[in-house]
């Protein structure tokens, strides 16, 4: 069957000159260039930009998929973009043969925009611009083809655009985060996986630092620490380090809205689970960013399959662990990508403390030692001493202060809990947490030790009572591995 991008707007349309008279007389739409209409560049709700990236085979293609379709399935308009020109594979994930030649037709000025650029999928509410019969560039982007290409992606009529990068930066045709994208890093429990997920969101902060005080002898200096083969935890480094008072709070700024999560792939333990917890602890340390998981999929027959068949995990009849958390991790993106960046090189960027410098393809460098170099600590210094298990559980928190709330604990161990409360419940430094749901409801003493994750998530240690602890953490392994067999049967 021929797919073909769904008709947003038709110029030749009879009813153009009374739509557009309406438009103006209404003051909430205006008319570009290409026809179509679209809410002014300056008040525009806009598009959400979500970039998914890993090192290949760690299943980030298959996770872009499935992400892009349980947020069409919230009701979002969504754009799924396909920027690996090498290997181009979301076209096969649904099963169409023969998309719209949509990145081609772009370079090849086919089309004007992005939107006659766009393939239907058998998804309602989700477009695809496949990279398919496009060949990688023998350069780097020009800067005015990125910013056409910037503008162009900037224009979509959506209210998501995802982008599944490619997994060298030299082969990169638009910087997505000039756009303020939520960066979604995608990674397998090994060493080389969780390593090129380092130096990734290493490589980014320095390109956002590059952005913000790139021209400083303050940027320069932090971004040369960071590449240091034996870095320091950059709080060390910051605070033996003086500076003008402006540019350290725009580097500290930058860094404090780097917006990054990250999805492991193909666990199969709660250790391999763990690996993920630990990797974005050392990030926070050694970069300075928070990189929260956002989730961690579990090793499956079904979502392996999945990639290859033209039927994302997401379009089949199976309900498991993995399906049910694609669907958690939208509904958690909507919210996380609200506080994204603002965008850096398109109209509406805003003021910055130091002139900004618009973020170059490949200015991170695309050589293999920079993808691959060592992590600045060994990651099993981080790893918790007990296993987390996922659950999900209701308990009651009460607060020292005497404030109560119902919250979900998703996560659990013999040291402690993750949580989910109201976003913006003050949960103090201590507490109780109470197990409603477990028998004989064991109430712990609890100490607060992050509650600066999304969605008005937080983890708790526990304090005393090592026995109930045990026992807890007994119970939520065996629901993890019942849960586990239920996802790959027999």
């Not at 790893?383 to 202060?401: G, N």
Request: aromatic share 4%.
């Amino acid at each position: 069957m021929a797919h073909s991008p769904r008709p947003r707007f038709d110029p030749s349309s009879s009813h153009v000159a009374a739509d557009a008279a309406r438009a103006r007389s209404l003051k909430r739409v205006t008319m570009l260039d290409a026809g179509r209409w679209h809410t002014p560049l300056g008040g525009r709700p806009g598009a959400r930009f979500i970039a998914v990236c890993g090192a290949r085979g760690v299943g980030k293609s298959t996770v872009a998929a499935n992400l892009a379709i349980a947020l069409a399935g919230l009701r979002a308009r969504v754009v799924l973009i396909d920027l690996d020109l090498r290997q181009p594979t979301q076209h096969k994930m649904f099963g169409i043969a023969d998309p719209v030649s949509g990145l081609r037709a772009l370079l090849e000025a086919e089309v004007d925009t992005m939107e006659q650029a766009l393939t239907s999928t058998p998804v309602r509410n989700l477009f695809l611009v496949s990279a398919h019969g496009t060949s990688p560039p023998a350069h780097p982007a020009r800067p005015e083809q990125q910013h056409l290409l910037l503008q162009q992606i900037w224009e979509l009529d959506a209210n998501i655009v995802i982008a599944d990068v490619p997994d060298n930066t030299g082969d990169e045709l638009v910087d997505l985060f000039a756009l303020g994208a939520l960066r979604l890093g995608v990674s397998a429990p090994n060493p080389r996986a969780l390593q090129r997920a380092y130096n990734f969101f290493k490589a980014q902060v320095i390109r956002q630092l590059d952005h913000v005080a790139g021209n400083t002898p303050e940027g320069a200096e932090l971004m040369a620490a960071l590449s240091a083969p034996h870095p320091q935890p950059l709080s060390a480094w910051v605070a033996h380090r003086q500076g003008r008072p402006e540019i350290h709070a725009a580097l500290t700024r930058a860094l404090s809205a780097f917006a990054g999560r990250l999805v492991g792939n193909r666990s199969r333990d709660a250790s391999e689970a763990d690996q993920f917890h630990a990797a974005s602890r050392v990030m926070a340390d050694y970069l300075g960013i928070a990189v929260p998981v956002l989730g961690v999929l579990d090793a499956s027959d079904h979502l392996a399959l999945g990639a290859g068949s033209g039927r994302p995990l997401l379009l089949g009849s199976a309900i498991n662990h993995n399906v049910r958390l694609v669907h958690s991790m939208a509904e958690q993106i909507l919210v996380d990508i609200d506080d994204a960046e603002a965008p850096h090189c398109v109209p509406g960027a805003g003021n910055h403390v130091v002139e900004p410098r618009c973020a170059i393809p490949g200015l991170a460098g695309n050589d293999e030692d920079d993808h691959s170099a060592p992590l600045p600590v060994p990651l099993e210094t981080y790893m918790r001493r007990s296993p987390r298990h996922p659950v999900d559980w209701h308990a009651s928190y009460l607060s020292s202060t005497g404030r109560k709330v119902d919250v979900r604990v998703f996560e659990l161990s013999e040291g402690g809990a993750s949580i989910e409360a109201i976003p913006g419940f003050d949960l103090g430094t201590e507490g109780t947490l109470t197990f409603t749901q477990v028998h004989d409801k064991p109430t712990l003493a609890v100490t607060v030790i992050d509650a600066r994750r999304p969605m008005g998530r937080a983890g708790l240690r526990f304090e005393g009572n090592p026995e109930a602890a045990v026992r807890l953490a007994a119970q939520a392994a065996r629901a993890a591995t019942d849960a586990l067999e239920w996802t790959n049967p027999g």
